[in-house]
């Protein structure tokens, strides 16, 4: 996840390098509309991956590899809130506050991590 958005950074960076060097052509105002745009997206799909794994690490609670699901969902929220403040949206700062739950949440009991399902469900674009 961390790649693509690194190279969507970058192409984005291309392309306002080269609108700016470019014909008088370019419209740099829808160049900066895409890129945010792009952004979102990318937010956008990250939730959605974020939700689906902190579902998929419910059926492996509690189990000898929870330890491995935990940090693996804690890699994907630290994901998503990059993602959203790249997208630069406010729903990143209860995002973080999700991972900081997931960081201290003990992986035996598992209604913390219904809780912190529910909430990843609950979050909205903002």
């Known amino acids: 996840m961390g790649t693509r958005r690194a190279i969507a950074s970058v192409a984005t960076a291309f392309t306002l390098v080269l609108a700016g060097c470019g014909s008088e052509d370019v419209d740099t ?9 792009d952004a979102r997206a990318q937010a956008e799909e990250a939730l959605a991956d974020l939700r689906t794994e902190a579902e998929e690490a419910l ?15 804690l890699d994907r929220c630290r994901d998503t809130v ?4 790249d997208a630069d949206l406010q729903t990143a700062d209860s995002v973080q506050q999700i ?7 003990d992986v035996s009991d598992v ?5 912190i399902q529910q909430e990843i469900e609950n979050l909205e674009m903002s």
């Open 99 to 105: 991972c900081d739950r997931i960081e201290g949440a």
């Open 111 to 115: 209604d913390v991590f219904n809780e």
């Open 82 to 85: 990059g993602s959203m403040r």
């Open 59 to 73: 059926d492996e609670l509690p189990t000898p590899e929870a330890p491995d699901v935990k940090q693996e969902l």
């Open 29 to 37: 105002d829808a160049v900066v509309e895409d890129a945010s745009e």
